[in-house]
């Protein structure tokens, strides 16, 4: 159980955020943090972690403090059993795949898991590969190994996946939930992709103006107000008929423009209401 509650003035280029969340979280849940760009969500993540000083609160791991503001206890990172991945995969480039993994491990601990993570990642064919020469999803997964290596309680995601194409993104995906559900992990990832956040986790928590508003299962949180409606996009061109093209992730779609001035470049919400949705056999 991660039983946590923080409080932290954040400098925003917009000005100060009060932010003032506190949340229980059941061992072996997949919880996914929800919220606009800039409203805290790494700065969550870094002070479970230890990296960022909360200003007041306490933060207790399966009946271990490791963090108490009025006691003035603040256990280092390294003493957190955390596993933590960001987008940017932050691996050794001079040391090839199996050395960045086998690095987590502590002197005396069993290199077996190594192997184990190799293979559960997909990896077992580069082990020995440069990290230089891989891919960014293939280094995500080295990132991935590496973080669980340690065995951490807690396995921390920002955004792991949001520089990485489609498909590789659906593969790490399935890896994320099986590495999850395998090592009986408990999971917080930052992610503004309602896809992932469906696919793999158990509640989903928004947060806007420094507090949690919701915290519900993404089916709920999706599907109720406006957050389920609406897709971001960015204007390629207007149609003679006044139309916006949109690019949304890869695709391009034509959207009636409501009477706004709209041009090329201009980054736009699609907000969809009534929307009808109509399932069809795709052809074989
Ligand atoms: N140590 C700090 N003290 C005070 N404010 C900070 C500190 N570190 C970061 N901030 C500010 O906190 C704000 C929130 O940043 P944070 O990265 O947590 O947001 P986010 O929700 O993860 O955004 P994004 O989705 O864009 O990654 C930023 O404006 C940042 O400048």
Redesign the pocket.
């Known amino acids: 159980m991660i039983n946590f509650s923080l409080q932290k003035?954040?400098?925003?280029?917009e000005g100060e955020?009060q932010l003032n969340v506190s949340a229980r979280i059941e061992s072996g849940k997949f919880v996914s943090l929800y919220?606009a760009?800039?409203?805290?969500?790494?700065?969550i993540l870094r002070m479970l972690a230890g990296f960022?000083k909360p200003d007041n609160g306490y933060i207790n791991v399966n009946n271990s403090v490791w963090y108490h503001a009025s006691a003035k206890k603040h256990i280092e990172p390294q003493q957190r059993k955390i596993g933590f991945v960001f987008q940017d995969y932050a691996l050794f480039p001079n040391m090839n795949v199996r050395e960045n993994i086998r690095f987590a491990l502590g002197k005396n601990e069993s290199p077996a898991i190594v192997d184990e993570l190799l293979e559960l990642t997909g990896l077992i064919n580069l082990a020995a590969r440069k990290i230089q020469t891989l891919s960014g999803g293939q280094q995500q997964r080295v990132a991935l190994a590496r973080a669980i290596a340690k065995r951490p309680a807690i396995l921390l995601l920002d955004e792991p996946l949001s520089a990485i194409d489609n498909e590789m993104r659906v593969y790490l995906q399935d890896t994320l939930k099986e590495i999850h559900r395998r090592f009986a992990l408990t999971t917080i990832l930052?992610s503004h992709n309602a896809n992932e956040i469906i696919k793999l986790s158990d509640t989903v928590i928004h947060l806007e103006q420094g507090r949690f508003q919701q915290q519900t299962t993404p089916a709920r949180f999706f599907q109720n107000g406006n957050e389920a409606a609406k897709i971001t996009g960015n204007i390629i061109s207007i149609e003679e008929n006044g139309n916006a093209v949109v690019l949304i992730e890869n695709r391009l779609v034509s959207v009636p423009a409501a009477g706004e001035k709209l041009n090329p470049d201009d980054k736009v919400d699609i907000t969809c209401s009534n929307m009808r949705a109509a399932v069809s056999k795709k052809e074989k």
């Open positions: 003035n954040l400098h925003t280029a955020i919220g760009s800039g409203v805290g969500k790494t700065s960022m930052v």
